[in-house]
């Protein structure tokens, strides 16, 4: 049997998971403060006069406030001078208030009212009648559409990507370490879930323990990313519309994570349930080689496109693909992580962009082999002076996935 797999229960490792929301405290309002100042820059140096952040994490980024997104406009103009300008439905108003860590007004707008007129007279009450406003890209088209209908034809409206992008791609100290904590906290679940492994156990039963766990563990809410496949529906990247059951000898593949202080977790681990054959020690052996090669090929001013170039070279050279082909690795081999699970820079072919120290992504080739099984090994890197570091230890083997046999 593989190394830490099976041989407890559900109950018994959840009661064993501790809380470790406060080994690293949330990002303090002066960091807030400072990304403020930096986006502030490159509006200037870009000649763009405002930037618009909808509900989504670029506000809660240069804010501090998480809020989310529906149909009603909420979010806050960021101007290159003067206040901050928060834009809400007057219902929430208060609300808003009671959650700023960063002052400027807040402006109402009734549920019969406009609220891109009022986008347009809060330009215009900060003197810009005109130039460049940056719209989140997390923003739906029709907030843009809306604004330029509603008096904003005076306006050229772009993309934040050259601003909130660019800064939300390099990392902090203090980023840094809450990724390495959430990396780390669910690594520690990962082992907990393998554990519970038993014949004939559900993937939904892993799932629910899964996310009850990322729960106990201290992180915002469950587990929202949460893939747990066996045997042949392991092949398919996200997994299968159905459930599974185990039985011996299957490839189990969990793919999960969960946000600390609103920093995302993002770790996959495959394994055998039983004794690996030959077979499925030999593909896990090539992906274990994949990662390694792509984590190799990481280094200050590398084009973010080389990693996978590194990594799909190994797949191809065992003999599968080529290129996105399967039997073979279907997928970009990483993304990068931080607020949100998936967000630049991309570890894709073609992906010029430079990496730079700070930035952070997954390192997570697949050999998919549909109607037998799909491996992938996924942990985060970021880059260093002189190369990169990883948050989380790469497996071992396929005989001791959790590094559990030090003898």
């Not at 669910?186 to 907990?192: Q, Y």
Request: glycine share 10%; charged share 25%.
């Amino acid at each position: 049997m593989t190394v830490g797999v099976g041989g407890s229960d559900a109950a018994t490792e959840l009661a064993a998971i501790v809380n470790e929301r406060e080994a690293v405290p949330p990002i303090p309002v002066e960091e807030h403060e400072r990304r403020i100042a930096a986006a502030r820059a490159l509006m200037e140096e870009r000649q763009v006069e405002a930037l618009w952040l909808d509900g989504s994490t670029n506000l809660a980024y240069f804010t501090g406030v998480s809020h989310g997104q529906s149909e009603r406009m909420v979010g806050a103009i960021l101007p290159k001078r003067g206040e901050i300008t928060w834009i809400c439905p007057e219902f929430e108003a208060e609300r808003i208030r009671a959650m700023q860590t960063i002052p400027g007004p807040v402006r109402g707008w009734e549920e019969d009212e406009s609220p891109y007129s009022l986008f347009v007279d809060v330009l215009r009450e900060l003197q810009i009648g005109s130039g460049t406003i940056a719209i989140d890209d997390h923003a739906r088209f029709f907030i843009a559409d809306e604004i330029r209908s509603a008096g904003g034809e005076d306006y050229r409206f772009v993309r934040s990507a050259a601003i909130a992008s660019h800064l939300r791609s390099r990392k902090s100290e203090h980023e840094l370490a809450l990724i390495r904590q959430a990396m780390r906290m669910t690594v520690k679940i990962h082992a907990a879930a393998a554990r519970i492994l038993r014949e004939g156990i559900a993937t939904t039963e892993v799932q629910s323990f899964i996310d009850a766990a990322h729960r106990k563990a201290g992180f915002d809410g469950g587990c929202p990313f949460n893939i747990v496949l066996f045997g042949a529906a392991s092949a398919y990247p996200h997994g299968v519309p159905y459930a599974q059951t185990l039985k011996p000898g299957d490839v189990v593949l969990i793919d999960c994570g969960a946000a600390l202080h609103g920093y995302r977790s993002d770790i996959t681990r495959s394994y055998v349930f039983g004794t690996p054959t030959d077979r499925q020690r030999f593909l896990w052996d090539t992906v274990k080689a994949s990662q390694a090669a792509g984590f190799a090929a990481a280094r200050p001013g590398v084009a973010c496109g080389a990693l996978d170039d590194a990594a799909r070279a190994v797949i191809v050279a065992a003999g599968f693909g080529p290129g996105y082909k399967v039997p073979g690795l279907p997928h970009r081999v990483g993304h990068g992580v931080g607020m949100d699970g998936h967000e630049e820079p991309y570890f894709v072919k073609g992906n010029a962009q430079p990496l730079e120290i700070g930035m952070c992504g997954s390192i997570e080739p697949t050999l998919a082999v549909y109607g037998e099984c799909g491996i992938r090994l996924e942990d985060h890197i970021h880059v260093t002076e002189t190369g990169a570091a990883w948050f989380t230890t790469p497996c071992r083997s396929v005989d001791d996935p959790f590094d559990l046999d030090r003898g």
